[in-house]
């Protein structure tokens, strides 16, 4: 029971006695956001838990986000304040399976999305987030043959982009998955003039209508330098706390589900934060993320093969 304790004053209090960096993912409550040290798209944080001299990392994303963390950073602490907030992409590899696909095509490197557990990293060859698959992509040679997984959305939109044949995964974030075509058009008819930004998570038929496609850190970048001053955001709807806080003066229309409204696209695994919990995570450190070392270093080659390739 947490009633007459200040959540707020305590983390702050907390961050400095731990000497901890708290870390949020754009999908994050704005009150998460707001508090964190950085705000990002996967592969910056990543790049900011491989550098950080904190000793513990509060990690307000999701489990594969904080494991990546980890396996980047092994002599810090890692703590993620809900242990449950998974991922479908994760959930849609078990690694077994993928080991398995892996081996009936032995002559395919792996180039998985980093939402994936730690087991399907080590089973890869490189990771890729959606802000470094193009680059990573372009620099793999032609004949090369690939198996990309877990998000077949992500695959197929490479796959289309570069005119390049890959073997795909069959998942799907349940988000992205959400948005729909039918209501998509209704909005954009009301706003004609407001260009439409969506992630590759994103299926064709919502793709297919974007005027810009990529990360959230890319959507970011769009809503700043876009023409007009109204915006069509189909990815989880937690980004615009960032566009409305970076440009105050435009408007973030967050793309509809079925129902019509943007709430069935928030991201129930990332909504498993909150600031009661982050506060507990720092105060007991736990729940905390461990990986077996063996595991670990077979992970962290497919990730440091990212982080080169990337830059
Ligand atoms: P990025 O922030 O790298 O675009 O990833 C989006 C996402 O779905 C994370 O779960
Ligand atoms: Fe996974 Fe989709 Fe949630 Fe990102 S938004 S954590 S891809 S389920």
């Known amino acids: 029971d947490l009633t007459g304790i200040d959540v707020r004053a305590e983390i702050e209090r907390l961050r400095k006695e731990r000497n901890a960096v708290i870390l949020a993912h754009y999908y994050q409550k704005p009150e998460l956001q707001d508090l964190a040290d950085f705000v990002g798209d996967s592969l910056e944080l990543s790049r900011k838990a491989a550098e950080?001299?904190?000793?513990?990392?509060?990690?307000?994303?999701?489990?594969?986000?904080?494991?990546?963390?980890?396996?980047?950073?092994?002599?810090?602490?890692?703590?993620?304040?809900?242990?449950?907030?998974?991922?479908?992409?994760?959930?849609?590899?078990?690694?077994?399976?993928?080991k398995a696909f892996r081996e009936a095509h032995p002559d395919h490197i792996a180039l998985t999305y980093i939402n994936c557990s730690t087991e399907v990293k080590a089973l890869s060859d490189v990771i890729v987030t959606s802000s470094s698959a193009e680059t990573i992509l372009q620099q793999i040679p032609l004949d090369q043959k690939i198996i990309f997984g877990p998000d077949r959305h992500l695959g197929g939109y490479l796959s289309?982009?570069?005119?390049?044949?890959?073997?795909?995964?069959?998942?799907?974030?349940?988000?992205?998955?959400?948005?729909?075509?039918?209501?998509?058009?209704?909005?954009?008819?009301?706003?004609?003039?407001?260009?439409?930004?969506?992630?590759?998570?994103?299926?064709?038929?919502?793709?297919?209508?974007?005027?810009?496609?990529?990360?959230?850190?890319?959507?970011?970048?769009?809503?700043?330098?876009?023409?007009?001053?109204?915006?069509i955001v189909a990815t989880e709807p937690h980004i615009i706390h960032q566009m409305q806080l970076a440009i105050p003066n435009k408007t973030f229309i967050g793309a509809p589900g079925a129902d019509g409204n943007c709430n069935c696209n928030i991201c129930p695994y990332m909504a498993l934060n909150n600031l009661e919990k982050l506060y507990l995570a720092l105060r007991d450190l736990t729940p905390r993320v461990e990986i077996e070392e063996s595991l670990r270093l077979a992970a962290k080659k497919s990730l440091d093969r990212m982080l080169e390739m990337a830059s």
């Open 52 to 98: 950080t001299d904190a000793d513990v990392i509060a990690f307000c994303g999701v489990k594969f986000m904080a494991d990546t963390a980890k396996i980047l950073s092994p002599d810090k602490i890692v703590v993620l304040p809900d242990l449950d907030a998974g991922c479908s992409l994760e959930d849609s590899c078990p690694p077994e399976k993928f």
């Open 160 to 231: 289309r982009k570069f005119n390049r044949e890959m073997l795909l995964w069959p998942g799907v974030c349940i988000v992205h998955e959400a948005f729909s075509e039918t209501e998509l058009l209704k909005l954009r008819a009301q706003h004609p003039n407001a260009p439409i930004a969506a992630h590759p998570e994103c299926p064709p038929h919502i793709v297919d209508h974007a005027d810009y496609v990529g990360s959230t850190s890319g959507i970011l970048q769009y809503a700043k330098t876009m023409p007009g001053d109204t915006l």
